[in-house]
């Protein structure tokens, strides 16, 4: 079976974020950017499931500007076989790319399509349910676990829950959406990184695909999140417990 | 204008998130319903009844709802969506898995997790891991938005709203629970918990985190929570983890033991009213955010504090 993964080029996890001073946005001139932290976990998976014989194809895709096929030539050095981009300078949000998804979906035919469960970035955590509502399938959502029946029309996926875990029996084709712990993602070797310049990388376009991207929500303004104030270092347990009793009387 | 909020249960106790997305409701105004789906959940539409500002409960109870399943749970909410302009739900780990399923079937944009009401189109919601704010308006007919609990007062008591009956709607049978392992705490939810006492990789073993943290906790009255270093490494379960990818928590007091302060982990801290670090290096980033903070081994700090408490 052929399976799906989308993937975001998203400022890098480590770096330091700052807001613009005229409210706009957040600065992304000269940051680093990477692949989405969840995005690789779901790279990771559908290359395991190829190395476990059970998918033939594991076809990577990004919407976004001409620098996401980056992205795209470090899933291909993880394992993925092909790429698509879907090229657009738009501003895309989530039922957005979960359209332009299911364009790619409806022409490429995957059994199963693994999403990261949020981006870093814009932390809305809704694209993979949205994909899964616009095909009609069923999702699995925050997976830690993922079990491919033997005859490939189902599988047992475990759920990160509030208070536990839970296992769903869901039918093939589905949405998979990942969570941090459904595996550890490799690194990319060198000869693997050259070999992923040569593997095929096919650009399309929202327009191609007949999707609308136009934004529905309108960003008014982007502010810094409110200071703490600078606190103080104790000496001892005595004086925290004086603190925590008498100044800031939380106990 | 009508608000439908969905509330969050387990079809024994309706879940106090649900409390916290009403008072967002009041926020944005206008007549509130609840959605009540699930299997033998009558207490549950009682205590949301109960809630002061719900005009009317509107309760789905079948079996093909016991599991909530976000397939038949997004086919219910969007069966039954004709006349609101806000559909609402908790941003817990359920809220987040059927509503954006529901903003798809409507064509609607999602606002997720957020902080803040500012108008009935206007909404404040957190980015890069709470280090910006964005304000987004939308244009959508309807509003499909999850709330940050721990960004509005829990609704209290006081209101004797009605009870009616939704027909359910047909079962999709795409999805089925297999089974919950849930984690046994007799400490209060971490999300909604007064304290919490918090552990990081420092600990060194799952023995010694539940030694540590757990006399402490109790002293306290506190719930327990982790750094996602923590739950990496085994010594508690995942369910515990506070940050970006865990639980967002703002208690009166939070103390950090053995925690570095990664951007991720103070994503789902930052908001506590008091937070309190303890550890061994000067310079661990958790300093910069920390009210009181105490450069010591939690080793002895630790049992030393809860001595103190008496």
């Known amino acids: 079976m052929k399976i799906l993964v989308p993937v975001k080029r998203v400022i890098d996890y480590n770096v330091k974020v700052r807001v613009k001073s005229d409210g706009s946005g957040v600065d992304l001139a000269n940051v680093k950017m990477s692949m989405n932290p969840f995005d690789e976990v779901a790279i990771e998976e559908a290359v395991r499931l190829k190395e476990a014989g059970i998918a033939t194809e594991v076809v990577a895709v990004s919407a976004g500007v001409g620098a996401c096929q980056e992205t795209l030539r470090t899933a291909m050095a993880l394992g993925a076989d092909r790429a698509i981009l879907i090229e657009t300078d738009v501003e895309l949000q989530p039922l957005a790319v979960a359209k332009l998804l299911k364009a790619v979906v409806d022409k490429e035919q995957p059994q199963l399509v693994i999403p990261g469960k949020q981006a870093i970035d814009d932390d809305s955590n809704q694209t993979g349910q949205m994909l899964a509502a616009l095909l009609g399938w069923p999702q699995a959502c925050f997976a830690s676990k993922v079990v491919v029946n ?43 990184i050259m070999k992923a310049k040569k593997k095929p990388l096919e650009t399309t376009t929202p327009a191609a695909l007949g999707v609308d991207v136009t934004p529905r929500l309108k960003t008014l303004k982007v502010a810094e999140p409110p200071k703490r104030s600078g606190g103080i270092k104790v000496a001892d347990v005595a004086a925290l417990v004086d603190k925590l009793k008498n100044e800031a009387k939380v106990i | ?89 908790p941003a817990t780990a359920g809220g987040k898995n059927f509503l954006p399923r529901v903003a798809a079937l409507l064509d609607v944009a999602q606002i997720s997790d957020i902080v803040a009401v500012e108008s009935a189109d206007t909404f404040v919601r957190p980015i890069y891991a709470g280090n910006a704010l964005a304000t987004v308006q939308s244009a959508d007919p309807v509003k499909v938005i999850t709330v940050r609990g721990t960004a509005f007062e829990a609704a209290a008591d006081g209101g004797s709203a009605p009870i009616e009956a939704l027909g359910a709607a047909a079962d999709l049978g795409i999805s089925k629970l297999v089974g919950r392992e849930l984690t ?106 920390a009210d009181y903070g105490l450069v010591a081994d939690l080793f002895v700090a630790v049992p030393e504090l809860v001595a103190a408490l008496g």
């Open chain 1, 150 to 192: 033997a005859d490939k029309t189902g599988a047992a996926v475990t759920r990160e829950i509030d208070g536990g875990l839970e296992t769903l029996d869901i039918k093939l084709p589905a949405v998979v959406t990942t969570d941090l712990r459904l595996n550890e993602p490799r690194y990319a070797t060198l000869p693997n």
């Open chain 2, 184 to 289: 046994k705490s007799a400490r209060p939810e971490l999300t909604a918990a007064r304290i919490i006492v918090s552990g990081g990789r420092a600990l060194g073993s799952s023995e010694q985190f539940h030694a540590v943290l757990e006399p402490l906790a109790d002293k306290l009255g506190a719930a327990v929570g982790a750094s996602r270093a923590a739950v990496d490494a085994g010594y508690a379960p995942n369910d515990y983890q506070v940050g970006q990818t865990g639980k967002i928590v703002a208690p009166s007091l939070y103390v950090a033991v053995g925690v570095s302060g990664a951007i991720q982990h103070l994503a789902g801290m930052k908001d506590s009213k008091v937070i309190v670090a303890i550890n061994k290096d000067p310079d661990a980033p958790i300093f910069q955010v």
């Open chain 2, 1 to 89: 204008m009508a608000i439908l909020v969905i509330a969050e249960h387990d079809n024994a106790v309706l879940k106090p998130a649900t409390r916290n997305a009403i008072t967002a409701a009041t926020k944005i105004g206008g007549d509130i319903d609840v959605l009540v789906a699930g299997s033998g959940v009558a207490a549950v539409a009682a205590a949301a009844a109960a809630i002061a500002g719900v005009s009317r409960v509107r309760v789905a109870d079948a079996a093909l709802y016991a599991d909530l399943g976000a397939e038949n749970l997004a086919a219910l909410v969007v069966a039954n969506a004709a006349g609101y302009s806000h559909i609402l739900a």
